[in-house]
Nanobody
Framework: QVQLVESGGGLVQAGGSLTLSCAVS????????MGWFRQAGGRAREFVAA????????QYRDSVKGRFTISTDNAKNTVLLQMNSLKPEDTGVYYC?????????????????WGQGTRVTVSS
């Protein structure tokens, strides 16, 4: 059973940076895609970024391109989301997710495993 645990959230001023970390356990295989999603109060959970577990393929939500970077550290079984130039609209609970797939997945229902989330608040 794959388990995902997020960390690294917090309060930051607009223009600042945060790095979210997702610790992965339970035998994740190379044929997995890892994703980050976020949910702001009262809104649906939305796709932020995804990466193949091997690290070879990435995809980003348009509004975070050039500001966020997703990466994997296979030796540490960790997925990172480096977030720069943060904006108030980036505020929300960020979730790490995993799906067994050889193709990138951006839809929430397609992901099989989810963490509990870590809260990011960007003040203006």
């Amino acid at each position: 059973q794959v388990q995902l645990v997020e960390s690294g959230g917090g309060l930051v001023q607009a223009g600042g940076s945060l790095t979210l970390s997702c610790a992965v356990s339970g035998g994740l295989l190379r044929s997995y895609y890892m994703g980050w999603f976020r949910q702001a109060g009262g809104r649906a959970r939305e796709f932020v970024a995804a990466i193949s577990w091997s690290g070879g393929s990435t995809q980003y939500r348009d509004s975070v391109k050039g500001r966020f970077t997703i990466s994997t550290d296979n030796a540490k079984n960790t997925v990172l989301l480096q977030m720069n130039s943060l904006k108030p609209e980036d505020t929300g609970v960020y979730y790490c997710a995993a799906v067994q797939s050889f193709l990138v997945r951006v839809r929430e229902p397609e992901y099989q495993y989810w963490g509990q989330g870590t809260r990011v608040t960007v003040s203006s």
